[in-house]
């Protein structure tokens, strides 16, 4: 069962902050967030692993809180290059060797000027 | 520069056809993944390898198979294209260990 991702879309002026959330009904060793632009292949973020860690990527950090069951994305002071649609992905714990993610519908992000 | 390449970004079949889309990568990586795009439901993935000749089912796998003859390459087959197949494939891989996916470019199948 796919993860499911809120908000579906956003809309944001540069500068401005957001949030994504991605919520599994299923227990989780680790979630993946990407980021495709248009046209793109969708590029690796980071990685969150059990334990609650908090990780960076510019100014785009993550958190996991794996009893919730759930990820948040955390964008600050927002660029135009953020623009994209986000996706989480899940992994359960006894997949981690073949790396079988499960992918969440999508956020759409769009930042104007 | 690691690198996913899928051998046609925009194609169109019809229906009944028999459709093969390659996917090829330089990382020596084990795990091999198709994903089927669609707006509003994301990547849904159909088929996985985890080595050579490996191959297990995805969550959406009807109407399609795959095959993997060599490490590097990662093949998905449209037994008989039909227009519900119309969509935008991505090829990933990644190393064993649960780590990093990278993608391939797309393909955009039209099946008329």
């Known amino acids: 069962q796919q993860p499911v991702q809120s908000p579906q879309a956003v809309i944001l002026r540069e500068g401005e902050d957001a949030v994504i959330n991605c919520s599994s009904s299923k227990a989780l060793y680790s979630v993946h967030w990407y980021r495709q632009k248009h046209g793109e292949a969708p590029v690796f973020l980071m990685i969150?692993?059990?334990?609650?860690e908090q990780k960076g990527h510019e100014k785009i950090s993550a958190s996991f809180n794996e009893k919730k069951q759930q990820s948040s994305l955390y964008l600050t002071a927002s660029q135009l290059s953020y623009s994209g649609t986000y996706f989480c992905g899940t992994l359960a714990p006894g997949g981690t060797s073949y790396g079988k993610l499960t992918f969440g519908q999508g956020t759409i992000l769009t930042v104007h000027p | 520069d690691v690198k996913v390449t899928q051998s046609s970004r925009y194609l169109v079949k019809r229906t009944g056809e028999k459709v093969f889309l390659e996917c090829v990568q330089d990382?020596?990586?084990?795990?091999m993944f198709w994903y089927r795009q669609d707006p509003g439901l994301g990547l849904r993935l159909i088929y996985f390898?985890?080595?050579?000749?490996?191959?297990e089912k995805g969550d959406i796998p009807e109407g399609y198979s795959v095959s993997r003859e060599k490490k590097e390459r990662f093949s998905l087959i449209l037994e008989s294209a039909s227009t519900n197949q119309t969509s935008m494939y991505l090829c990933a891989s990644s190393p064993p260990g649960g780590r990093e996916a990278f993608f391939g470019q797309g393909t955009r199948l039209t099946v008329v």
């Open positions: 990382m020596d990586h084990e795990n």
């Open positions: 390898s985890y080595d050579v000749k490996m191959k």
């Open positions: 969150l692993l059990k334990g609650g």
